[in-house]
């Protein structure tokens, strides 16, 4: 008996080893699927309401290395993020995680004509706001104030600096 019970033991472990780490776990393909669609949902409704363009790491790594004319902001924290690394030629202005329906300057790096300042007179020029990864919604921010001030060719790249960096690309440093 004690063999038995042994040898199930035994055969039960090498399943549960065997098996992908997602059914030991209760995550499967099925539920990743649906948090991707609830990510992708939630973005295509902040890009709508936002009314900016959406870039990916490729395309932005491109624009740079065709030497595209445009501002590339990051709003990140500048200490914990920005001054550490950033894309190549980035500039910083912070913006809040929530959604920013009025403008407060205690939640970014300044006021409204500083931000404008920051993006310069041309309301033509390309724009390009990210901040750390897909469900951070400061690029959402930026990116959406810089529509409210007239720019007309913004683009927010949503992996922001993680998907920078999985693409092995390089960043620079404040320090």
């Not at 309301?123 to 469900?135: M, N, P, R, W």
């Not at 060719?153 to 404040?174: C, L, N």
Request: with cysteine; net charge negative.
């Amino acid at each position: 008996m004690k063999r038995l019970i042994a040898f199930a033991a035994l055969v039960l472990a090498l399943t549960a080893f065997a098996s992908p780490a997602s059914a030991l776990f209760g995550s499967d393909k099925f539920e990743k699927e649906l948090e991707m669609e609830a990510a992708v949902v939630k973005y295509l409704g902040e890009a709508e309401r936002g009314d900016y363009q959406t870039v990916d790491t490729p395309t932005l790594k491109q624009w740079i290395e065709e030497g595209k004319d445009m501002i590339i902001v990051d709003t990140m924290p500048f200490e914990d993020s920005y001054a550490k690394e950033h894309i190549p030629g980035a500039l910083n202005f912070v913006f809040p995680i929530p959604d920013m329906d009025e403008w407060d300057a205690s939640e970014t790096s300044g006021s409204l004509e500083e931000f404008e300042t920051l993006l310069g007179p041309d309301k033509d020029k390309t724009i390009v706001i990210y901040c750390g990864f897909v469900k951070c919604t400061r690029s959402h921010n930026g990116a959406a104030w810089a529509r409210k001030l007239g720019y007309t060719d913004v683009y927010r790249q949503p992996g922001g600096i993680f998907a920078w960096k999985g693409a092995k690309h390089p960043t620079e440093s404040a320090k």
